[in-house]
Structure formats: C-alpha cells, structure tokens
T-cell receptor, first 113, second 113 residues
Framework: DVKVTQSSRYLVKRTGEKVFLECVQD?????MFWYRQDPGLGLRLIYF???????EKGDIPEGYSVSREKKERFSLILESASTNQTSMYLC????????????FGEGSWLTVV | GNSVTQMEGPVTLSEEAFLTINCTYT??????LFWYVQYPGEGLQLLLK?????DKGSNKGFEATYRKETTSFHLEKGSVQVSDSAVYFC????????????FGAGTRLFVKA
C-alpha cells in the first residue's frame, strides 16, 4: 500500500513563527502536492512538485514556500505564520501523468495563535 | 477554467436509505473524474474513478457514471450504513489542467442507526 506520512498531526504555533510541515511518501511517486482544507472551501492547492527540485505554484501560494531536495520528501514552509493560516494541511502524491489517483496523508492540523 | 460543483451538505439519512450526492463539472478537455472520501480524523482516499464518457466507477457499493452530455458524475449507493458517514469530494483532472486536480467543496454525510 502507498503510504504518505506527515510528520505532525497537531501543531500550535505563534504568529510570526517559521513553521515546517514535513511529508514523506514511500512509493517512488514523481508528483507531490500540498493542499489546504477549510470548511466550505474544499481542498485548495498551495504548491506541487513533479520532480526533485522542481516546484510549481498552485492556487493559493502566498505566504508559503516548499522544498523538495529528495524524491520522497516534500516540505511546506510558512515563512511567518499568521492566524489566517490556521487550517488542515494535506500532503499527497501521485505517479506519472495527470489523471492518476492521488494518495493523501492523514493531515496536519495547524493552529496559529 | 475547470471547476467542480457538488451539492451542499450535510446530508442526513437513516441506515439502509438510498444515497445520491450530485456533482457537475466544467472542463475544457476530456477529464478523468473521481470521488474521494474522508473519514473522521483521516486524509482523503480514492473511492472510485472514471476516465471516459459512459464509464461507471464502483467500489464498496458506491457507483458513479461519467455523463458527458450532462457534465455530471453523481455518486449513488443503494443502502447506506452508519460506517459510510464521512465527507465525500468530487474531483476532476485533465491534461489541459496540468498536474492540478480540482476538488469540489465536499459533502458531509451523516447516517443514523
């Protein structure tokens, strides 16, 4: 089975802190994604990566950056956390071309106070 | 651009009732269509998919048929169980959209015993 592991399930951070959310997948998938999930808004794509050291902006990249130094690992960085970034963050991965199934991690609940 | 619209929830049903969750889409190309399910406290997982017109995806008693003429992919189940209580997301992906998968806002289903 594909496994996407997010390092932290629950985090509480202070406004202005730098926050790292880590994600690792074990199926050698080329594509990795970071989504944000908010009630009534569904999932919104923050950033994605289709290869090591490659990254593309999604629909809501402002206030976030990403890093992909190894194929299996994709990190989401909040440079200076703000209260409006309180949300559920979902990491995901997929193989090959668009249209293939996306596999999700369990999510990281981030609260910024 | 591509978009997905699904019925608002929550939907509350009694056990063994018939379920329909409506989903319509807008796409410039020929998308693949998906239903993902999110059980409480978990990430999303693929429920079923269809890759071309008139295809029927099915899994765990759920079905959805890709209707190009009505641009719809409605989710149905003949007899729901309490364990089906979850949030259901309709989604689409096509080559024209690159690696982006577009998700609907999600529909929460409650099934009462």
């Amino acid at each position: 089975d594909v496994k996407v592991t997010q390092s932290s399930r629950y985090l509480v951070k202070r406004t202005g802190e730098k926050v790292f959310l880590e994600c690792v997948q074990d199926m050698d998938h080329e594509n990795m994604f970071w989504y944000r999930q908010d009630p009534g808004l569904g999932l919104r794509l923050i950033y994605f990566s289709y290869d090591v050291k490659m990254k593309e902006k999604g629909d809501i990249p402002e206030g976030y950056s990403v890093s992909r130094e190894k194929k299996e690992r994709f990190s989401l960085i909040l440079e200076s956390a703000s209260t409006n970034q309180t949300s559920m963050y979902l990491c995901a991965s997929s193989f090959g071309e668009p249209g293939n199934t996306i596999y999700f991690g369990e999510g990281s609940w981030l609260t910024v106070v | 651009g591509n978009s997905v619209t699904q019925m608002e929830g929550p939907v509350t049903l009694s056990e063994e009732a018939f379920l329909t969750i409506n989903c319509t889409y807008t796409a410039t190309g020929y998308p693949s269509l998906f239903w993902y399910v999110q059980y409480p406290g978990e990430g999303l997982q693929l429920l079923l998919k269809a890759t071309k017109a008139d295809d029927k995806g099915s899994n765990k008693g759920f079905e959805a048929t890709y209707r190009k003429e009505t641009t719809s992919f409605h989710l149905e189940k003949g007899s729901v169980q309490v364990s089906d209580s979850a949030v259901y997301f309709c989604a689409l992906s096509d080559r024209g959209g690159g690696f982006k998968t577009i998700f609907g806002a999600g529909t929460r289903l409650f099934v009462k015993a």
